[in-house]
DNA sequence: CTGAAAGCGCTTACAG
DNA sequence: CTGAAAGCGCTTACAG
């Protein structure tokens, strides 16, 4: 049987108060007297109170509880980025994640109907649908704050503010570094089409392969995991095979470089593999993984800073994106092409 | 300016009825006249309206909420059980996580706090303190459902209902297997002294040792990153090397195999490396590393299934652990040792 | 410095 | 099938 906890009348008719009185002792200690204060704190002990946070939050009208979105936890980037949000936001705020990831039947709705009211702002590390999409109406009906971080922003997204890496220029430079090195056949592996940040990164190679006059057709979709990197590293070294591959992501190159490694391709010298991100284990991969990195943690304190804007100034606009450096990381996993 | 929401009281005027009946739409509609029943959805739609989840979870002294408590979000064996988490708990509670990783003052307590009242039941896929200390109490005083998962109890935890796999049989399987190999000197990489895990697998490769009349002595102490690994790779392989490293888990294994590519070290020709958990890239590391693998998944859907049991029966102890099997995971970064 | 009272938005017996 | 009323546990002006 469940405990009945005690309440504030409970505390009060021990201690010989009123509830103002605990209350006030809870929330404004300085304007209650000496004796008084020690009293009630005494019976709190005692009764081993606690307030009751769903009660307060309700009354109050706010819960400082702030809400992470995030597709799926298991990513060393969205660790560093969840760590910069943090570092920004503990102590004012309980920081809280939910995944979008679909995994039982009406995932989504469910956690949105529940964010409704019992979440300050939002921070929103994956702009896929649909969790988004209702996420947004909460913006415009109650006026949640919301920041996009990470990711671009997708239409419906897109009058948000947002923190994110140039990812059209990032992968047109780290394309253009292949081109450099000699390569003229590069195949890109692209994420979901309905993927924003994946969209931006394949323009970007593509637009690069133009500039140089270079065919930029040779683009496959994956699902962004080590296995999609790997089925599509089998694709595209059947047959006659580019000198490099470029991937909207290092959990692909790692795929890639796996598959190439089990067909005896030795990598940089049958086959570069260039990553996105910089994520935890591509400076370890063997060859370390050349890769674009993102500011990760930085990303993620910017995020928390326009979220705090938001809420202390909320008829401020504030929609503008902010665009953080990138930084091409040259490892070994890279070399001279063929031209 | 915030937009005020409506309430059950403005649709309640609008649609011409009691609040009670507005509430009756929303919870029970066939308690409710077909014509009545529209006539409020019109309203409700019109007026944009959804229900203060706050107001309601007060009021039901219910949130529908189970809290999931992991040290950093960013591991994929994590992922994997909070995938089989919300495969049980999806549709009947939102599932929502945090981190018990200190990044600023005092983040903990401030959530504990929180969670008191807000949160019906507590997965804690991590159980070290000191997060866990208090949540203790929580359990004790309040009679929250709490459910320790993947690691196995620390002395404050004991009591708890826990699933996981036997991680002193398991480590010491696997060293009985380097053995069996031929290696005589090896060395253990374990965590942080209060991590029972590792603890358990340190003992686990200890008594297997002493099993073998063999030394089980080399036992070096880091944090359970990739670096740690690097680290500790670096003390070890200097001097008199041992012939294999076991590692307490994959990410120092993986750490261990970059430092011993970086001095030249042939895997598994010079040195063999055994890894724990099987994570995401242990598969694809080059060489492919041996590791022992956990149920991860199973492991969240069982401790789902605990955390449900509890809250269903508040009255059952229901305290015992529940061990789930795990696997060594044969691939190529172990070979044959010089004995 | 302290207490009585109102009220946050909802749900749920209780009458009708 | 519907409404009036009580109450969940707290906070906060308002008097005193």
Redesign the interface.
Known sequence: ???A?PTIVEVAQRAGVSISTVSRCLNHPDKVGKKTLQRVRKVIDEV?F?P????Q??RR?K???I?VV?H?????????V??GI??V???RY??????S?P?????AN??E??????VEGVILLCSVPPFSRKIIELNK???LPIVIGLEPLSDELRKLPSVHIDNFAAASEATAYLIGLGHHRIAFVSGPRQSYVTLDRERGFMAAMADAGLDGSHVHYADLS?NGG?NAANDILTGAPPSAIFCANDDMA??V??AA?RRGLAIPGALSVLGFDDM??AA???PPLSTVAQPAREIGIHAARRLLDAIDN??EPGRQTEILQHRLVIRSSTGRGPG
Do not use: C, H, W
């Open positions: 049987m469940r405990l906890s081993n606690s009751n946070a769903l009660a939050s309700f009208g819960t400082n509880i809400l995030v799926e936890i298991g990513s060393g980037l969205l660790s560093e969840v760590g943090r570092s936001l503990d102590g309980a920081v809280i994640l939910t995944e990831r995994d039982a039947a009406q995932p469910f956690i109907m529940l964010v409704a009211k019992q009906a109650r006026n080590v790997i790692l795929g470089m796996s490694a935890r284990y370890i991969a063997n909320p008829d």
